[in-house]
């Protein structure tokens, strides 16, 4: 739609407000005048003032006639001719003569005259001129209302009511009503605070429903985290409260229940530790403590660490490492999302399956993967793997779930560390995490 900016606007009306006036003017005159020509107005005022002076000769000269009858029909031919009227009054103020009765002349011009002879007043004479410019006049002033007329509601319908409009509807969006239809304008100015406003009403739309999605999410999380909670400390409460009644009386039964108290309560430090980790990745600013360190280095341990895991099911770690990997960062952060890959590569990898760790230089990057022989990520899991507390099990088994925090953890860390991570499945077969950090610049 084309728009019109209110400068424009403005001369437009101005113009109209100029043109509408002149075209009722010319309309009068050419309905009086019976033509357009405004030039002949000087020779007619000099027909008229003879005329006028003729009429004033023929009253003054014939004083001895005013009430003749036939005297009076030949000045009422001669006033006609003219488009003139008169009334002849006796020196007391008594009408002789008056050529139109039903006239008063409220719209024309008079001229007086005094008829004295030999020192004596006779009359007096009152002649009533052709109406001059009085109907032109008023077709200005008609037209110079209709025009402001006109305008009014031109300015009502192209300013006024897309305001009213747009007032009405930025008080049903505060109301809640998001489906609301803004109001275009055929004026620049109001068509673009049309637009800046839509704009701004979809940044708010976005805004509401990204909060109304936190708010879904951290319900989810705290359901997901009191149940993770609960699972552990009621066993942990069932196997303490068999020590306590005596139910394991031999000293195998004692062990195994003390080991089983032990493994759900490393259980919940490492949930805690995670949902610790998650909270100030999420929602703090966390300091890095950066410094120059070997990737190898943390590969290497990060194997070492997850080993007794791996040889409980037989599964071999193969490292792929090259030298030179040199990357800026936080040790302690890096060493832990290494250990979240290589945690979740052990615990879906069946027995006697293998994993295998590469690490190599290309450009300005550290690329890493790590690969198991596990049964892989369904199409599910590759768009939500990467989700807090999604663990891709509907039992949420923690056995082989783990917390659900340790990809979303690692995810974060490698990007706050500048790189990237991602997930996929090995053409082989088996789960495949790739991921890049920036390289360190030279000692």
């Known amino acids: 739609m084309r728009t019109l900016r209110i400068r424009s606007f403005t001369i437009l009306l101005f113009f109209f407000i100029l043109l509408v006036p002149w075209i009722f003017y010319v309309t009068a005159h050419f309905m009086e005048t019976k033509t357009l020509s405004f030039a002949k107005n000087g020779l007619q005022d000099e027909i008229l003032q003879r005329q006028l002076f003729e009429t004033v000769h023929l009253i003054e000269t014939n004083s001895d006639k005013w009430r003749d009858p036939n005297w009076q029909n030949q000045l009422h031919n001669e006033l006609r001719q003219a488009k003139m009227e008169a009334a002849i009054l006796s020196a007391s103020d008594q009408e002789i003569y008056r050529s139109n009765p039903q006239s008063h002349g409220k719209l024309s011009s008079t001229e007086r005259f005094t008829i004295i002879k030999d020192g004596h007043l006779l009359g007096k004479v009152v002649i009533y001129l052709p109406k001059s410019n009085a109907v032109q006049i008023i077709s200005i002033f008609a037209g110079l209302l209709l025009a402001f007329f006109i305008i009014g509601v031109e300015m009502r319908r192209f300013l006024l009511k897309p305001l009213e409009r747009m007032s009405f509807a930025a008080r049903k969006i505060a109301a809640g009503d998001w489906e609301v239809e803004l109001p275009g304008s055929r004026i620049t100015e109001i068509s673009e605070v049309r637009d800046a406003f839509a704009v701004m009403v979809n940044g708010i739309q976005k805004a509401f429903q990204k909060q109304a999605e936190l708010e879904e999410e951290r319900r989810f999380v705290i359901a997901a985290v009191a149940h993770d909670l609960r699972t552990p400390l009621f066993a942990l409460r069932g196997y303490l409260e068999g020590l306590e009644q ?37 929602h703090l600013e966390m300091n890095l403590h950066y410094q120059r360190i070997d990737f190898k280095l943390i590969i290497l341990k990060s194997i070492e660490s997850l080993s007794p ?135």
């Open 246 to 282: 005596g139910i394991a009386q031999s000293p195998d039964k004692i062990t195994k229940y003390l080991t089983v108290c032990k493994e759900k309560s490393a259980q919940l430090d490492r949930l805690v530790e995670d949902l610790f980790t998650f909270t100030k990745m999420e």
């Open 309 to 443: 895991q791996a040889r409980q099911k037989n599964i071999s770690i193969l490292n792929h490492t090259v030298d030179d990997c040199f990357v800026n960062g936080d040790m302690h952060l890096l060493e832990r999302a290494m250990n979240n890959f290589l945690d979740n590569a052990v615990r879906h990898t069946p027995s006697y399956g293998e994993i295998v760790v590469q690490c190599y230089k290309e450009g300005n990057k550290i690329k890493f993967a790590i690969r198991d022989t596990g049964p892989g990520f369904s199409p599910e899991e590759l768009h939500r793997v990467f989700e807090p507390l999604y663990r891709g099990e509907v039992s949420r088994n923690r056995s082989t779930g783990g917390s659900g925090l340790g990809l979303t953890i690692s995810q974060r860390i490698v990007r706050r560390h500048g790189g990237e991570l991602c997930a996929g499945n090995h053409s082989e077969g088996g789960a495949l995490l790739t991921g890049w950090i920036p390289a360190a610049g030279p000692d």
